[in-house]
């Protein structure tokens, strides 16, 4: 989610003094319209210098969804001798850019890689303007398109419930586990009314409250509500049972905003994870027969994808039930391992790291795959080692900068097959808005002090800091895929530019039409 952060204003002065003077960059060729198969609705909510405030939202919030996978005593379970090692040694070694003014000052003259293309012009307005690009329908069968919330902060998949049917749209989340939307009568935790949302409520008239309470906590925001049972269909699945699921009687501003792009949740990690103690969609879909398996796969689209050479191209992201879409992977690079979580997640075994093809030594890792945490967040140490790999980058205290410019190449091998994240990837935004070719705020994060949230079971039983949690900024690399009756993951290299090949599909069929 992109929502403000009142820690972050601290920084917007001093970040703010150069964007302004440098003026906002030109949109170059785009125009600001994507054509009309993909419309878009798009909302101001990024202020335009808040680069480092975004970046802090988004680091906080995937760190308070680690902590909670890896229970309350993350810090003590670190060697402290070991990071403050890393740390000091990097400081002594590179620049010292450890206070937040200091990023306006930095020199930019030893950027190893000066020809790069930098943090692209394109995906600095997606940032700004905060766009939901929306997905085309499917040819695949019992398949959603993946709506893309602004510079890939989330997917967003339509689903329908109640009767008459009403099309939610729901924030597809692989790292939680509940179905919620807000109800009809749903109240902002602070002030006001839930926003211009779609609600639930006694207007379907299958819709039926249990009355028991319920509430779930993410990285950022939280919902109170009832638990109630309606009818759902996704993907043209219509569930025969009324399904149990959630309703928010009290959102906090993070999900009431009108500026949430989103109705609610679909959590896609099994039912262990449930806070309402209910089947996921999933299940319930597979204990009635509508699909074979408990397999969800995705397609995470990116944002820079849907603009080629400045023309707007298709936004291919979708989500199939059930099973896989063989056109979507390149079959021969597909692996299949165990679960590995033992609370619910989704977490694969990583055998090693590899930065531009050399291992760093980081073996034995696991991988929450996470398409609600648009960051990669892992240990200290583990983050500090893939970055002292990476030429030029800085560590300012707590957070790593690399040059826009680099080429550098993460990849996780898994199962024996290396995935590699597209160097594009690894920029979060830009520092300074003025300098696309400057240094970028990493897309991986080490983990931030936060405290234990309360009232959440989420990781109880406690993780270990061998674990990352592995979001878009992996995720969209490649084609995944969870199956809750084998407790299996699969992933596989994406097949070369399927929007490409989705475009050709289409001019065939114009000829054929002509
Ligand atoms: C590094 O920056 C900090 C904060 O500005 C300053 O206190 C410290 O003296 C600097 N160290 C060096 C070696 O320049
Ligand atoms: C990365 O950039 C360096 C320096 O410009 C260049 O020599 C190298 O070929 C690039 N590597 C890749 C994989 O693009
Ligand atoms: C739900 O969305 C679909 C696809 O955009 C549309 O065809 C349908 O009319 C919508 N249904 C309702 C009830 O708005
Ligand atoms: C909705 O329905 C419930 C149960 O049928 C009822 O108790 C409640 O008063 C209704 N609310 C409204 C606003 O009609
Ligand atoms: C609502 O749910 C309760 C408990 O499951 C059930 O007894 C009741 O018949 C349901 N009401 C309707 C209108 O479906
Ligand atoms: C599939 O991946 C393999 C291994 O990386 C590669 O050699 C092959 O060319 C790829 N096939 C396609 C159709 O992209
Ligand atoms: C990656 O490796 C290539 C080939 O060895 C080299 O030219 C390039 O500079 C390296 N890039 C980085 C970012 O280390």
């Known amino acids: 989610m992109a929502v403000f952060s ?115 012009p394109i ?16 040819r695949q069968p019992n398949s959603i398109g993946l709506d893309i919330q602004a510079n890939d902060i989330g997917y967003i998949a339509t689903v329908q419930i109640g009767t008459p049917p009403k099309n939610f749209s729901l924030f597809v989340d692989s790292g939680s586990s509940d179905l919620w939307v807000g109800h009809e009568e749903c109240k902002g935790y602070d002030v006001g009314d839930c926003g211009a949302h779609t609600f639930l409520g006694n207007s379907s008239t ?11 906590r993410y990285g950022a925001g939280f919902v109170l509500g009832k638990i109630v ?33 989103y ?86 075994p990583v055998d090693e790291v590899r930065v531009n093809g050399t291992s ?42 690399i040059p826009c410019t680099t080429n550098a190449t993460i990849s996780l091998v898994i199962s024996g097959q290396e995935f590699p994240i597209d160097s594009r990837d690894l920029l979060f935004l830009p520092l300074n808005m003025g300098r696309l070719k400057g240094y970028c705020w990493s897309s991986i994060s080490e983990m931030q002090g936060v405290s234990k949230p309360k009232g959440t079971n989420i990781g109880k039983t406690g993780g270990k800091t061998t674990s990352w949690l592995v979001g878009d900024v992996f995720l969209k690399n490649v084609y995944f895929s969870t199956n809750l009756d084998r407790d299996t993951i699969s992933i596989a290299r994406l097949a070369e530019q399927p929007d490409l090949a989705a475009s050709e599909a289409t001019e065939l069929e114009d000829k054929a039409a002509n």
Not at 235 to 251: D, S
Not at 292 to 311: C, F, N, Q, W
């Open 360 to 401: 760093i030594g980081l073996a034995r890792r696991s991988a929450i795959l996470d398409t609600g945490s648009t960051l990669l967040v892992a240990p200290k140490v583990d983050v500090s080692a893939i970055h002292m790999l990476i030429p030029g980058s800085l560590y300012t205290g707590t957070r790593w900068i």
């Open 229 to 261: 049972t309606d009818l759902v269909s996704i993907a043209g699945l219509q569930l025969k049972a009324p399904h149990k699921f959630g309703v928010a009687m009290e959102e906090s501003p993070e999900f009431a905003s009108s500026k949430v792009p």
């Open 123 to 138: 995906g600095l307005e997606i940032a700004l303007v905060q766009p939901v690009i929306r997905a085309e329908q499917p």
């Open 206 to 216: 299958t819709f039926n409250n249990t009355g028991d309470p319920w509430h779930i």
């Open 263 to 348: 109705d609610g949740f679909l959590g896609t990690a099994k039912s262990h994870l449930s806070q309402q103690h209910a089947p996921t969609l999933i299940e319930a879909l597979r204990n009635e027969g509508l699909v074979k398996e408990g397999i969800v796969s995705y397609h995470i689209p990116r944002a820079l994808d849907t603009m080629k050479a400045g023309v707007p191209v298709k936004n291919v992201g979708e989500l199939t039930l059930g099973a896989m879409n063989p056109a979507k992977f390149n079959a021969s690079t597909l692996v299949t391992v165990r679960n590995v979580s033992p609370t619910g997640f989704w977490e694969a």
């Open 6 to 120: 009142p820690a972050g204003v601290l920084l917007l002065s001093v970040l703010g003094l150069a964007a302004c003077a440098l003026g906002r960059p030109n949109p170059l060729s785009w125009d600001g319209h994507w054509p009309t198969t993909s419309p878009v609705h798009s909302e101001h909510h990024v202020k335009d210098t808040d680069t480092s405030a975004t970046y802090h939202q988004h680091v906080q919030r995937a760190s308070r969804r680690y902590s909670r996978v890896l229970g309350s005593s993350v810090e003590k379970r670190f060697n402290q001798a070991v990071i403050e090692n890393a740390v000091s040694h990097l400081q002594e070694t590179q620049a010292n850019a450890s206070a937040p003014v200091n990023l306006l000052i930095l020199d930019e003259s030893n950027n190893p890689n000066p020809e790069g293309s930098g943090f692209s």
